[in-house]
């Protein structure tokens, strides 16, 4: 694996995420911020945050996988979230959780949660990209 996460001492150990990655791996891999369509382009779990997290994280799984990766290899995540107050943070952990159980894995790596006014459509609530690093 090319990615390891850390929690160095001296900063505040986050439930969520780790503060540190290093990579070791050759090969970068950008997957562009993915909202919440389905394969066929239609938004999954419409003004369901938790939702919309879980298939935002699907979508960066099979992005990752097309490219010969997965979450493991990711060493960043970036994630959008429209109106973000931090009494959404539950939901976003429901979302994020309900991905790793189907993923297998508990997605944590260094991530930064950014609160904007709007997407691209009306109806998608979050954005979430990222940066791996495969072998």
């Not at 090969?27 to 879980?54: K, M, S």
């Amino acid at each position: 694996m090319a990615i390891s996460l850390m929690n160095p001492e001296g900063l505040p150990k986050a439930d969520v995420y780790h503060q540190v990655s290093t990579a070791t791996g050759s090969r970068l891999v950008f997957v562009a911020g993915q909202v919440a369509w389905d394969a066929e382009g239609i938004t999954v779990g419409v003004g369901d945050l938790a939702a919309q997290v879980e298939q935002c994280y699907l979508n960066i799984a099979t992005a990752l996988a097309h490219a010969g990766g997965s979450f493991d290899d990711v060493a960043k995540l970036t994630v959008h979230i429209v109106d973000w107050t931090p009494d959404k943070m539950p939901l976003f952990l429901d979302g994020v959780a309900r991905a790793a159980a189907k993923l297998g894995t508990t997605p944590a790596p260094p991530g930064t949660l950014l609160g904007v006014a709007t997407l691209d459509v009306p109806e998608h609530l979050v954005e979430v990209e990222a940066t791996a690093v495969l072998d």
